[in-house]
DNA sequence: GCGTAAACGAGACGGTACGTCGTGTCTTGAT
DNA sequence: ATCAAGACACGACGTACCGTCTCGTTTACGC
């Protein structure tokens, strides 16, 4: 099927040695003092390894993003329970996420490079879930009837997220009624 | 009552010179790739001049932001109307910047410099009206009755400041019915 | 005899198309920016290929002189006249080579070559026809009688051959009174 | 009368260092094996600040050559006594530098160098006293008598720097005798 | 014919050095 | 004292070659 005639083939050890390289770089300095030299000397692979198979560090570090190295966790949405309670322990989550030490940098560090990277900002969206998975929770609520039918997800979605990167960017951590507070505005309850 | 001893005093025109080369820079090619040498080469200046009253990059942009010279305008919150209408006015005049060329590239970079420099973060929030004049433009709109008195008024800002900051970072442009959409959702209707 | 035990056995095709892509490059680009990774390009060739062959780009070099693909003709010393016209007709052919577009840059890099490479040195030593047809042409002469019997062959050939290439290292072209001056110098006429 | 209106001089240090850390590594080396980040980090210095001042590996040694850095010794040709004893005194001095561990290795270095800098060339050629001080000792002779007034001086020196040159390439040591005999050949005695 | 083993093209790999750019600090002489 | 000019040590950039090393494919013998 492939029209490889021969030779050699990507080493996964390289790969895999990069892309760990470059997320523990990331956590520890943060996108903006991340250098390809820094992960080249990490990984213990040559400079061109890397150019030979990502263009720019925002290639690389999307890419640790698409393989889920630089999220902590999933941060998925729970989904048995009241949509507000789930709404209101997902962001939770993020914010305990994000009051960890180093938590707010690493966000603002993933801010920094979608600012940088068109396919980090697009990743990013889908890790905290909008895209997917937070639609898809609100969408289960309006068959439970827990959610007017003509309520626009995609502009719910937006205004938490929103909020959430905002928080990091301004610095001021949320508080337990802050975020009740948001999740009530956005429901209009 | 000054303990200024002697020598010339901090150049106004220099100062000026400097803060215009850095706008001018930043439109043209973003936070990221504004370099001091740069600024000092546009303004013609020492370099030494710029370190000797701005600390780092960040702090520049800040005064820059601080002055005005680089949001194209106040966009600032329409006050006579509805509060809905208003507030989609205000959204659509952000939007419309962000539409222009080069708009949504120096949000971004000016989300890029937030990430690295928290006074940047605080006054661009504050630019952007969120923690003056939008809150102020809410509380107008409780006493006049078009706004729940208890309406958390923080919260509204930052869902609909975060959705823009979103749709920048993730380069979707909104549509007037999205922006109508979003405001209802943080105002409840 | 041999222990070989099947298996295609070296490429013809592969040498020559190696030597002539290094004998292209050599003339183009002189021994300095020659590059075992050019060679292989040009001669559509696999750098293993070269090394499995040559243990260096000074090897490789060597055996081009070897096969007389460096030097642009044989500059065979005359043999037919009087011993000092044939030398000056000699020499002269070398500086019309040297006097040629690229003609002393090419001789350079073969001394630089040599420089790096005792091989190159000794084939360019030859090539030049010093170590042989020098002193088979001056050992001629004795017999002729045109040379004194106990003349010292060697070192006036490498007298005559040195002046050569010291005019190549200063680039210093010859013209054809100090070609003349240079012979009779080392006949002692 | 200089028009430097201030600013920062150039680091006399630095310089010293460089060319220091050049001939060092020169000596060690060689030509070829020389690098640029190798002099910067052997003079404690940063690679700009070469570049600034020398263009290429080749401007440097030829500055080093200049201030008689890589020589030895000054290798002056004796001047008090017979022409003949006095060239074949300097030729022996030469020989013995040459015949000293890593002196024919510097010798074929400073050719290497040559063929790739037109002013190695030239001071190289200086620097033997090819130019000017053989040209001189050999003047003398004449006004002394010991040489015909017509002895065609310049290619006199050529022939002996350029057997010199010879025998550093082939790496073939000169005796005693043969230098002799080069001198004889050469002075027609 | 049928393994088998060497040579081949392609090219990925860990390295070293390249020459350039930007940083933040510094020194100099003029204003 | 502040300024324009710019040299400096430092660190990272992205590129070019090095010489070694797999990969499949292509021969050409010996069985």
Redesign the pocket.
């Known amino acids: 099927m492939s029209d490889?005639?021969?030779?050699?083939?990507?080493?996964e050890?390289?790969?895999v040695?990069i892309l760990e390289a470059t997320a523990r770089l990331f956590a520890e300095r943060g996108y903006d003092h991340l250098?390809?030299?820094?992960v080249a000397a990490e990984a213990?692979?040559?400079?061109?390894?890397i150019?030979?198979?990502w263009p720019?560090?925002g290639a690389l570090v999307s890419d640790c993003l698409l393989e889920g190295r630089l999220m902590p966790e999933r941060l998925s949405i729970p989904t048995g329970g009241v949509l507000r309670d789930d709404l209101v322990q997902w962001l939770s989550d993020i914010h305990r996420v994000m009051a960890a030490p180093g938590g707010d940098a690493l966000v603002r560090s993933l801010i920094a490079a979608a600012t940088e990277n068109v396919e980090i900002g697009r990743r990013l969206h889908e890790s905290l879930g909008a895209a997917s998975s937070l639609t898809e929770r609100l969408q289960t609520a309006i068959d439970a009837g827990q959610l007017r039918a003509d309520a626009p997800l995609d502009e719910i979605g937006e205004a938490l997220i929103g909020a959430v990167l905002l928080r990091a960017l301004s610095r001021s951590p949320a508080d337990a009624d802050g975020i009740e507070r948001l999740v009530d505005v956005v429901l209009g309850s």
């Open positions: 490889h005639r021969g030779g050699p083939v990507r080493s050890a390289a790969r040695a250098t390809m030299e820094g213990g692979v040559a400079k061109q390894t150019y030979r198979w720019s560090k």
